[in-house]
């Protein structure tokens, strides 16, 4: 899978085109195949600063990805391979009495993908079923 990954903060020159490991979904998860991903004020900000303390190097930025699924782990649904979906980025526990009540954005562990975890900028991503209402 290629991804495009920086290892130190910077400008367009530190951005690499790399091999990454092929995610598989976990449990209740999607795999998306990326065919687009915006960049955005965010990603700028991340890579001209470094991600935020404690995450690994190589980071991976990029909030707004689209796509469509390729693979379904145990116990998924609500969606079907071959689904165009939009990748939620938001981060956080589903666990919570935040997240059960559809409030992620005041789970404790809230974060963004892109700034807070590796985000869509990589040829499939990984991310939780979830269904929003339009």
């Known amino acids: 899978m290629k991804a495009v990954t920086f290892y130190q903060p910077g400008g367009p020159e530190v951005l690499r085109f790399v091999e990454m490991p092929e995610p598989t979904p976990g449990p ?10 915006a960049l955005n004020h965010l990603d700028l ?7 935020t303390a404690g995450l690994p190097w190589p980071h991976i930025t990029g909030a707004d990805a689209a796509g469509v699924v390729a693979a379904l782990g145990p116990g998924a649904n609500g969606v079907e391979v071959g689904a165009r979906v939009v990748v939620n ?10 997240c059960e009540a559809g409030e992620q954005s005041l789970c404790r562990s809230f974060g ?7 985000g869509g900028n990589l ?3 990984r991310r939780p079923i979830r269904q929003d209402s339009a």
Do not use: E, K
Not at 28 to 37: E, F, I, M, S, W
Not at 112 to 118: E, H, N, V, Y
């Open 89 to 98: 980025p938001a981060v956080s526990c589903g666990r919570c009495s935040y």
């Open 28 to 37: 209740g998860q999607a795999l998306v195949r990326v065919y687009a991903c």
């Open 45 to 51: 900000i991340v890579r001209g600063r470094g991600p």
């Open 112 to 118: 963004i993908l892109g700034r807070d975890a590796g």
């Open 123 to 125: 040829s499939r991503i």
